[in-house]
């Protein structure tokens, strides 16, 4: 299985920015499917980005259209997630997947289980 190790993640006023990161040990091939999850005690976890390696093919949830842009850099095999115009609601632990896939979110997530340790971000008002 993939171990993927997510990054990025700090406390910042509203309105701010970050950049997180996610890249996987001991897989030097390119997933198909990368895709960014969020969790909160409160909603649980939901799909935030998702690109599609091949062809740059990206999608996002209606909470975050506009402000949080998922990129991929070939080259190092490493994922981002540029989050800008952080509100309160962001606040949550971000958790990435690598699958090879072209579902929606890259993985069934209510059943997957081969989550990373997250990157949690805090956003004050």
């Known amino acids: 299985q993939v171990h993927v190790v997510e990054s990025g993640g700090d406390t910042v006023q509203a309105g701010g920015s970050l950049r997180l990161s996610c890249a996987a040990s001991?897989?030097?091939?390119?997933?198909?499917?990368v895709a960014w999850f969020r969790r909160t005690p409160g909603k649980g976890r939901e799909g935030v980005a998702r690109?599609?390696?091949?062809?740059?093919?990206?999608y996002y949830a209606d909470s975050v259209k506009g402000r949080f842009t998922i990129s991929q850099d070939n080259a190092k095999n490493t994922y981002y997630l540029q989050m800008n115009s952080l509100k309160p609601e962001d606040t949550a632990k971000y958790y990435c997947?690598?699958?090879?896939?072209?579902?929606?979110?890259?993985?069934?997530?209510?059943?997957?289980?081969?989550w990373g340790q997250g990157t949690q971000v805090t956003v004050s008002s």
């Open positions: 690109i599609y390696t091949g062809d740059s093919g990206t």
């Open positions: 997947v690598f699958a090879n896939t072209y579902d929606t979110w890259c993985v069934d997530h209510p059943s997957y289980t081969n």
């Open positions: 001991r897989y030097n091939n390119r997933p198909n499917c």
